[in-house]
């Protein structure tokens, strides 16, 4: 649910961030070629482009616990800090399908801001379930690879506010990659629609939408570390049938990935708002539908 | 419409349709490829199926530990314990190079190759 539009301080848009990102990139390009990769381990793309989504599903009869957070911070006034943690089981029944299902934990700092109620709460912030497919898969020949899923999720503390909420959101993905360099570099897209309904006490049932996409580099430093950087564009509508533009905005930043043995791995994510509209709003960025900066630190087991 | 049943709503359809994808897409009768590990290395290294032919992979473990076979193109793993076999299925295979290892042994490597 989004915050309501308000003047406020502006911000400073943070192409620096970019920068770095694309400096680390290709300094990891040239440090890349002076490793032989043809032996190394073919790697599953799934979590190594940051926010961006791979097309990897698993192993059939593969098993995996993973803690997923994402952290979202900055608004136009006062100081702001929300995150959400998925508490995540997967598994790969097939060798073209993966499920994953788990609970979400949500925490809210949040004091000084004109439009939304200070707290500071933790709390179990509801459940959600996901279905991959994958539609097209990689070969020797063919290095493209792309995977379909939704993910119905159920929540009951809205992610913006942390207020008492039931929202009832149902994200559909494409998630392709690209190997462009065999076992060295690979580019990542996804494409995303995600419509959602909420209900609130005071503001009654509110319905919404968000769409757009990604894309993402990451090149492989060594077998087990893969270092990027990405970009979205994420447009927000007040209907699910995109007919109520109300504003978009422009992430980027850098993205790690480190295994850190064959059946333990992390990854680590930072997006930075760098360009962003509201519709009747003149300040730069969109700060009521999205936020400054978002970072995401994930942990996985594979069993 | 309580938040139970539009859950349900949500949740059955999506259940429903994951299940039909995982009804088993190997109807025809499959290719059998053998191979044996032996001193922490596959024999033979290379071995071959034919193309868009479900395949039935038989891992001999003549090695006194386990080995886990496990391929990120084919999509399995499978632990064969110490001097039995193993067999893992895998789908119909467009032509390429699909590499397999174990994933207890850095350098016992193999491929498949369909053609």
């Known amino acids: 649910m989004r915050t309501t539009r308000h003047p406020a301080r502006r911000s400073i848009p943070h192409a620096a961030l970019a920068l770095c990102a694309l400096a680390a990139l290709l300094g990891g390009t040239a440090a890349a070629r002076a490793q032989d990769a043809s032996s190394w381990r073919e790697i599953e793309t799934k979590y190594i482009f940051g926010f961006t989504t791979g097309s990897g599903i698993g192993l059939e009869g593969e098993k995996e616990f993973t803690v997923d957070s994402v952290g979202r911070f900055g608004k136009r006034d006062g100081h702001y800090a929300a995150t959400e943690t998925k508490y995540e089981f997967e598994f790969t029944p097939s060798q073209f399908v993966q499920i994953e299902f788990g609970a979400l934990g949500s925490s809210h700092n949040i004091g000084g801001m004109t439009d939304l109620d200070g707290r500071n709460q933790a709390a179990f912030g509801g459940g959600f379930a996901e279905f991959r497919y994958l539609a097209v898969e990689r070969t020797s020949n063919n290095p493209l690879s792309v995977t379909l899923a939704v993910e119905p999720t159920v929540r009951l503390i809205d992610e913006t506010s942390g207020a008492r909420v039931q929202n009832y959101e149902f994200e559909t993905t494409v998630n392709a990659d690209l190997e462009l360099l065999k076992n060295r570099l690979y580019a990542g897209f996804n494409l995303l629609y995600e419509p959602e309904v909420t209900r609130t006490a005071i503001d009654g049932t509110l319905r919404e939408a968000t769409f757009g996409g990604s894309a993402a580099l990451s090149v492989r430093l060594a077998p087990n570390l893969l270092i990027g950087g990405e970009v979205w564009y994420l447009r927000h509508y007040d209907s699910p049938t995109l007919s109520a533009f109300t504003g978009d905005a422009l992430m980027a930043g850098p993205t790690l990935y480190v295994k850190f043995t064959s059946k333990m791995f992390m990854t680590a994510a930072w997006n930075a708002q760098l360009w962003g509209r509201e519709v009747g709003n003149p300040l730069p960025l969109n700060l009521a539908e999205f936020q400054r900066h978002r970072a995401r630190l994930k942990f996985a087991y594979e069993f | ?115």
């Not at chain 2, 590990?37 to 596959?42: E, N, P, T, V």
């Not at chain 2, 295979?93 to 498949?112: I, Q, W």
């Open chain 2, 1 to 115: 419409m309580s938040a139970a049943t539009m859950t349900m709503r949500i949740l059955i359809p999506a259940a429903v349709g994951a299940i039909a994808l995982l009804q088993p897409a190997w109807a025809e009768p499959a290719a059998d490829v053998r191979v044996t590990y032996s001193h922490g290395q596959f024999q033979p290294g290379v071995v071959s199926a034919p193309v868009d032919k479900p395949v039935v992979i038989h891992v001999k473990n003549l090695d006194a530990k386990a080995l886990e076979f496990e391929s990120t193109s084919l999509r399995v793993e499978k632990v064969v314990a110490a001097q039995s076999e193993g067999i893992v299925n895998v789908r119909a295979l467009k032509p390429g190079r699909y590499e397999f290892y174990d994933d207890f042994n850095d350098k016992a490597r193999g491929a498949l190759v369909v053609e």
